[in-house]
């Protein structure tokens, strides 16, 4: 691709339509939509050279950036909802304080599994990665990693309620 700043203006005016009608799939109004491209392409600008493919990259950015957008407002609307309903603001303050508890007693936990364990979580739950992505990053066959996904969940239970 062509790098010059008239051929990016190009490539944009081509797909920012497209790149704005995925974003408004996912997001509740135009300006929350406009705001996902921008931050998609943000992301993608920063990670350009790691594209095989910029264009497909570019709308799972986009995308990604509006599914983002969509689960930070879901959490606000929850939150807003709670405090509405119970008419006290300090409830918003003490769920900030039990989820830090709880990131820091999952964070011990996580801590406590084999090596080979912990990174298929963390590749599975935080990076979102199928079983056969972390096979291929890996290089294991996605029955090893989802069994060792199944023992680091059965040795997480056992610590977690261990602790408790």
């Known amino acids: 691709m062509n790098t010059t700043p008239d051929s990016w203006n190009a490539w944009l005016d081509a797909t920012g339509a497209a790149l704005l009608l ?67 603001q300090e409830v918003w303050f003490r769920d900030e304080l039990e989820r830090d508890e709880q990131r820091a007693e999952l964070a011990a936990a996580l801590r406590k599994l084999p ?10 739950i935080f990076a979102e990665l199928s079983f056969a992505e972390i096979g291929a990053l890996l290089t294991l066959s996605p029955n090893t990693v989802a069994s060792r996904y199944r023992y680091a969940l059965k040795n997480l239970a056992q610590v977690l309620v261990g602790r408790r």
Request: charged share 30%; proline share 1%; glycine share 4%.
């Open 115 to 124: 090596a080979a364990q912990a990174e298929v979580v963390a590749l599975k």
């Open 22 to 88: 995925v974003a408004r799939t996912l997001c509740r109004n135009l300006a929350d939509a406009e705001d996902a491209v921008q931050s998609g392409f943000l992301r993608f600008w920063k990670q350009r050279a790691a594209a095989h493919n910029p264009r497909a990259y570019l709308f799972r950015c986009v995308r990604a950036a509006a599914l983002d957008q969509q689960r930070s407002q879901a959490r606000r609307r929850r939150r807003e909802a709670r405090v509405a309903a119970g008419g006290r």
